[in-house]
């Protein structure tokens, strides 16, 4: 069964957030949190908090555990676009595009194989 959660407005730049879900994609719940987790880069912070919700609504909402969760897909989409301005020589203006992300993460359970 796949269980979803969703960040919105994420105020970083989708390409910078999908470096790191391309990193951590197909891995294990606490293994992608731990790598995420010594990532020299703040926006993994983001990423860290969607897999953790998305292992949150597994736990509580169908009493999967997390140690046999992984991701199996996790997309970034581009989000709005803050438009802002600033001034610029000869009078003139120029545009400054604050970009937000989406991002998606999908978690499932892994069967364990055992006698």
Known sequence: ???????????????????????????RVE???K???FTPTPNALAVIK?????????E??????TESL????????SGMTMKRYRSAARGRVSPILKRT????????EQEKHGA
Do not use: F, W
């Open 1 to 27: 069964m796949d269980i979803q959660a969703v960040a919105k407005n994420v105020r970083v730049s989708p390409n910078k957030v999908r470096l790191l879900a391309d990193m951590v994609r197909g891995k």
């Open 31 to 33: 293994e992608a949190i």
């Open 35 to 37: 790598l995420l987790t």
């Open 50 to 58: 969607a897999i953790k919700s998305a292992a949150a609504n597994a």
């Open 60 to 65: 509580k909402g169908y009493q999967m555990s």
């Open 70 to 77: 992984t991701i199996n897909r996790i997309t970034v989409d």
């Open 101 to 108: 992300s989406h991002i998606t993460v999908v978690v499932t």
